[in-house]
T-cell receptor, first 116, second 115 residues
C-alpha cells in the first residue's frame, strides 16, 4: 500500500496566492524530499530535509520536516504560472536497523494549477 | 551543473522486442536508481546499484535486467516487451560516499511505448 499520504490531490489557485501541501506516513523517515515534475519530464528536486524540525527555504518555497519524523509540508508563496506541475513528496524507507535502503517511496502527488 | 543524462528520450517498440535504456549519473555520483512511472502514477522503484554492484531490488520483472559499468553509467535491459511496459523510465543518481545517499537527482526520463 501507499506509504506516504499526500494531500491535497489537486489544487486550483489564482496567481499570487499561497499554496500548502503535506505528506504524512505511519512510518518515520530520516529524510524528506520534495520534487516538482512537469508532464513527460523527470522530477526536479526542490528541497531536501534531513533533520526533524528542520525548516528550509528555496526562494518562494518553504518546507518543514515534522518533529515526529512522520510528516512534512511544502509551502509556495505568491504563486506564479510557472509553478504549475505535479509536486511529490518522497522519502527513503528505513530498514529494521533504522538506516535507509536508499530507494525512494513517493506520495501520490499534488497537481497544481495556477490561473493567471 | 551537470545533471543525469538518459538516452534515448523516446523509444517505440513492438511487443516481444527488446529495449536498452542508458543512464549517465551526475559526475562523481556512485549510486544509480531506476524507477518506472505509469500514467498518472508516482515513480516506482525498480533496482539500484552502488559501486557497480546491485544494492537493492524492487518490483522489477524477471524480463528486465540492469547493470552498472566501471564508468558508473547504467543500462536497463528489457526483453519480451509487453504493452504494460509502456511507461516513463527514470534514472536517478546520488553520492553515497558523501553520506547523501538519500538525496537523489533524476534524469529527464525515457518514454517507452510498446505497440
Amino acid at each position: 500500500g501507499q506509504q506516504l499520504n499526500q494531500s491535497p490531490q489537486s489544487m486550483f489557485i489564482q496567481e499570487g496566492e499561497d499554496v500548502s501541501m503535506n505528506c504524512t506516513s505511519s512510518s518515520i523517515f530520516n529524510t524528506w524530499l520534495w520534487y516538482k515534475q512537469d508532464p513527460g519530464e523527470g522530477p526536479v528536486l526542490l528541497i531536501a530535509l534531513y533533520k526533524a524540525g528542520e525548516l528550509t527555504s528555496n526562494g518562494r518555497l518553504t518546507a518543514q520536516f515534522g518533529i515526529t519524523r512522520k510528516d512534512s509540508f511544502l509551502n509556495i508563496s505568491a504563486s506564479i504560472p510557472s509553478d504549475v506541475g505535479i509536486y511529490f513528496c518522497a522519502g527513503p524507507l528505513l530498514n529494521a536497523g533504522g538506516t535507509s535502503y536508499g530507494k525512494l517511496t513517493f506520495g501520490q502527488g499534488t497537481i497544481l494549477t495556477v490561473h493567471p | 551543473a551537470a545533471g543525469v543524462i538518459q538516452s534515448p528520450r523516446h523509444l517505440i517498440k513492438e511487443k516481444r522486442e527488446t529495449a536498452t535504456l542508458k543512464c549517465y549519473p551526475i559526475p562523481r555520483h556512485d549510486t544509480v536508481y531506476w524507477y518506472q512511472q505509469g500514467p498518472g502514477q508516482d515513480p516506482q522503484f525498480l533496482i539500484s546499484f552502488y559501486e557497480k554492484m546491485q544494492s537493492d531490488k524492487g518490483s522489477i520483472p524477471d524480463r528486465f535486467s540492469a547493470q552498472q559499468f566501471s564508468d558508473y553509467h547504467s543500462e536497463l535491459n528489457m526483453s519480451s516487451l509487453e504493452l504494460g511496459d509502456s511507461a516513463l523510465y527514470f534514472c536517478a543518481s546520488s553520492d553515497r560516499t558523501s553520506g547523501s545517499t538519500d538525496t537523489q537527482y533524476f534524469g529527464p526520463g525515457t518514454r517507452l511505448t510498446v505497440l
